[in-house]
């Protein structure tokens, strides 16, 4: 099986402008979770979601958004991207029962 | 909450000696326990996973870790370590099988360092 696939691998953007990451999950897996992870705060979470709703959301403003299509694949969006959203930004998926997640290689993002 | 820590932020091990690295959580239910391994400028590769059981578990790449829950400990040990360990570590303490609960929490990581 193929893994957990993550486009694009590096972004450079500019302050105030905005970001669209994508997230293909491993085939039969419908939960996808996206972490930011940064030096400062380590991994932290973002959302998740499981057959196109979202069921969980970490504690990031609403410029952080996400959705799931029916495929299971999934996006993020960072509107009015800050200096400190500069962060490699991990997708994982899980399987139905959510216990064990798989993550992908990441999307680094710069913002200058 | 749910919490991880590693104590150690940098290790440097020589080539061959054993590793320990060491994790203790905080989770109010039975947790479900996982280290996940990170090279430089990639994503987290699961190494192994508790989630019940035999408290000892055996992982990838020699890795295995054992679950002490008197001391809410799930340390990772390698008896030999090779210079291609050398990378970033993490335990995590997840939610189980019951969607819709508390994502994965994960410790601060500890860098290892692998030296001839």
């Known amino acids: 099986k193929a893994g957990v696939t993550q486009t694009p691998r590096y972004l450079i953007k500019t302050r105030g402008q905005q970001v669209t990451l994508s997230c293909s999950p491993i085939?039969?897996?419908?939960?996808v979770s996206w972490y930011q992870q940064t030096p400062g705060q380590g991994l932290q979470f973002l959302f998740e979601?499981?057959?196109?709703?979202?069921?969980n959301k970490g504690n990031f403003p609403g410029r952080f958004s996400g959705r799931q299509f029916s495929n299971s694949r999934s996006e993020m969006n960072v509107s009015t991207l800050e200096l400190g959203d500069s962060a490699l930004y991990l997708c994982?998926?899980?399987?139905?029962?959510?216990?064990?997640?798989?993550f992908g290689p990441g999307t680094r993002l710069l913002v200058l | 909450a749910q919490s991880v820590t590693q104590p150690d932020i940098h290790i440097t091990v020589s080539e061959g000696a054993s590793l320990e690295l060491r994790c203790n959580y905080s989770?109010?239910?039975?947790?479900?326990l996982f280290w996940y391994v990170q090279s430089p400028g990639q994503g987290l590769q699961l190494l192994l996973k508790?989630?019940?059981?035999?408290?000892l578990v055996q992982g990838i790449k020699g890795f295995e870790a054992e679950f002490k829950r008197s001391q809410s400990s799930f340390n990772l040990r390698k008896p030999s370590v090779h210079w291609s360990d050398a990378a970033e570590y993490f335990c995590?303490?997840?939610?189980?099988?019951?969607?819709?609960?508390?994502?994965?929490?994960f410790g601060k990581g500890t860098r290892l360092s692998v030296i001839a």
């Open positions: 994982a998926s899980s399987g139905q029962g959510a216990e064990t997640q798989y």
């Open positions: 085939s039969g897996h419908r939960s």
């Open positions: 979601y499981f057959s196109e709703t979202q069921r």
């Open positions: 989770y109010g239910a039975t947790p479900y």
């Open positions: 508790y989630f019940s059981g035999d408290t």
């Open positions: 995590a303490v997840g939610p189980g099988f019951h969607p819709g609960n508390t994502p994965l929490v």
